[in-house]
């Protein structure tokens, strides 16, 4: 073998794995841009969808909701939408103080989501994986918007109290 085509070899080898780290580390494909913004569309009408459920039902059935607070309603909807497959939502606590310890954050993402809100974030997501495919993971912020919020949850009206936590897939 002569040295310039060891060095030849050499380099060509170099390349070829110079390149094949670059492609699974640093240059992986990632989900496509359009298809992100679509998915994030998607959580944001959700959200709407939500809040004004839960705020309507809490402003129109007051004096029940010591029965059944609109969080349990919410629960159950969330529920249902990750029984059917189409996402995952969840309320998580951002006051310390959870009316329901389950309610703490739990997942890599609700702890580093709640951190950002309650360092002022309105809004904090991530795009992620879930049984190997594309997941958008975002978090929206639950302040106390009623009186009965406030009351019930000991806090001022207005004060943070939590979020909205979703994985919804991307397609
Ligand atoms: C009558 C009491 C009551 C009222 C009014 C009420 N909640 Fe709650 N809230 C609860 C209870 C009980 C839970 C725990 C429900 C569960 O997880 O099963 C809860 C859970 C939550 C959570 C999850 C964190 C935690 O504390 O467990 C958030 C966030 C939340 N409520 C926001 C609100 C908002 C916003 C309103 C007003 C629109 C509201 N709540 C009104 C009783 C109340």
């Known amino acids: 073998m002569t040295t310039r085509f060891a060095l030849r ?10 390149t094949g780290w670059a492609l699974t ?3 992986k494909p990632g989900p496509d841009k359009a298809a992100v913004e679509r998915t994030r569309e998607q959580i944001l009408m959700l959200d709407d969808l939500y809040k004004t459920a ?18 349990v309603v919410a629960g159950a909807v969330f529920d249902a939408m990750k029984k ?15 009316k329901r310890k389950d309610n703490i954050a739990d997942t890599p993402f609700e702890k580093k989501a709640i951190e950002a ?25 639950v302040p106390a918007v009623l009186k009965q919020c406030a009351s019930c949850h000991n ?11 979703y994985e919804v897939p991307i397609k």
Do not use: C
């Open 25 to 27: 580390a640093a240059d």
């Open 9 to 18: 070899v050499a380099v060509i080898l170099a390349f070829g794995i110079g």
């Open 84 to 98: 059917k497959g189409w996402h995952a939502a969840r309320l998580v606590d951002a006051t310390g103080k959870p």
């Open 117 to 141: 809100i309650q360092g002022g974030k309105k809004y904090f997501e991530e795009i992620g994986e879930a049984n190997g495919k594309p997941v958008l993971r975002a978090a929206t912020i």
């Open 155 to 165: 806090v001022k009206e207005g004060d943070l109290l939590g979020a909205i936590v």
């Open 54 to 71: 839960v705020v309507g039902i809490s402003q129109t059935y007051a004096a029940q909701q010591f029965d059944t607070p609109a969080a």
